[in-house]
């Protein structure tokens, strides 16, 4: 069965650091994994897709990378603002069965001013 | 464009009482989904409807059911509700499966 961790659950930075926030899923047959935003009382955003194909995506200052071997993946955020704050969370789409995502708890992230 | 639109944003419920959670989606997507997410146990799937005229369950569909009344729109009732259904419901839509997901605003659906 697909299982998904987000270590660690919480994580507070100073303004500008760079930080990586980790992914791990017990089964490598992945159609993709998506990195999603989720402000306080609000739905979830996607930030990244990746295939299972890729090695990594980019959009501004994050870059999602994908170690579909070794079960992980990782968001980097470069040059962390306080407008960062937020629950990151990834989700895998396993190969097979049910059409379905399977969501980690997420990371809350406080960038320090 | 308004994405994914959910209603009611809030809403209580005494046990027993019937409800139904409206969702629209103005991306033209095939692919709907109906989610709910508890403290420290993540997304879970209801239910989903890989494209117009069908649904399928999810990982916890017990207490709900769903229509897909047309391309736009996926609803979700609870027919009879709990306090173990008190949790924040999402809905979601992609192009079709495997695609990005895109998500409304959520509902909070308290039942006493």
């Known amino acids: 069965k697909q299982e998904v961790t987000q270590i660690p659950a919480a994580l507070s930075v100073p303004e500008g650091e760079n930080l990586v926030l980790n992914c791990s899923f017990t089964d490598s047959a992945i159609y993709n994994l998506q990195w999603f935003r989720q402000d306080p009382g609000k739905g979830l955003t996607s930030l990244l897709l990746?295939?299972?194909?890729?090695r990594e995506q980019t959009s501004g200052r994050l870059n999602a990378s994908l170690d579909k071997s070794s079960g992980r993946s990782t968001l980097y955020i470069a040059a962390s603002q306080p407008g960062d704050s937020a629950t990151y969370l990834c989700?895998?789409?396993?190969?097979?069965?049910?059409?379905?995502?399977?969501f980690g708890t997420g990371t809350r992230l406080k960038v320090l001013a | 464009n308004a994405g994914v639109t959910q209603t009611p944003k809030f809403q209580v419920l005494k046990t027993g009482q019937s409800m139904t959670l409206q969702c629209a989606q103005d991306m033209n997507h095939n692919s709907m989904y109906w989610y709910r997410q508890d403290p420290g146990m993540g997304l879970r799937l209801i239910y989903y409807?890989?494209?117009?005229?069908?649904?399928d369950k999810g990982e916890v569909p017990n207490g709900y059911n769903v229509s897909r009344l047309n391309k736009r729109e996926f609803s979700l009732r609870l027919e009879s509700a709990a306090p173990s259904q008190t949790s924040v419901y999402f809905c979601?839509?992609?192009?079709?499966?495997?695609?990005?997901?895109?998500f409304g605003s959520g509902t909070q659906l308290s039942v006493l």
């Open positions: 979601a839509s992609s192009e079709w499966l495997r695609e990005k997901l895109f």
């Open positions: 989700a895998v789409r396993p190969v097979g069965g049910t059409y379905k995502y399977i």
């Open positions: 409807s890989a494209s117009e005229g069908t649904t």
């Open positions: 990746i295939q299972s194909s890729q």
